[in-house]
């Protein structure tokens, strides 16, 4: 079982950036490809990217390509999302995720952190 912890979030201006942290306990980190999803008011979880356990592949939504890169530490047992240009849209709660699978669908991803906000003001 893998635990997951968010970190990093705020308010920011746009155009501003901010790097969100996820913390993972547990000694199987390294086998877990990971993602980030977010979740605006009224609207469904979305997938924003992922990170394979090894590190050596990455994919991204077409709303955060060229802005967001997402990477991963294995002896830290953490992944990160560098956000840059962030948009007042970019506004959402943000979470990390743990799965097996090399996927973007979220009910594919069993293990989940509670998240942390990003506020992005215009």
């Known amino acids: 079982q893998v635990q997951l912890v968010e970190s990093g979030g705020g308010l920011v201006q746009a155009g501003g950036s901010l790097r969100l942290s996820c913390a993972a306990s547990?000694?199987?980190?390294?086998?877990?490809?990971m993602g980030w999803f977010r979740q605006a008011p009224g609207k469904e979880r979305e997938f924003v990217a992922a990170i394979r356990s090894s590190g050596n592949s990455t994919r991204y939504a077409d709303s955060v390509k060229g802005r967001f890169t997402i990477s991963r530490d294995n002896a830290k047992n953490t992944v990160y999302v560098q956000m840059n240009n962030l948009k007042p849209e970019d506004t959402a709660v943000y979470f990390c995720?743990?799965?097996?699978?090399?996927?973007?669908?979220?009910?594919?991803?069993?293990?989940w952190g509670q998240g942390t906000q990003v506020t992005v003001s215009d």
């Open positions: 995720a743990a799965s097996f699978l090399w996927v973007t669908t979220r009910r594919d991803y069993y293990y």
């Open positions: 547990g000694r199987t980190f390294s086998s877990y490809n």
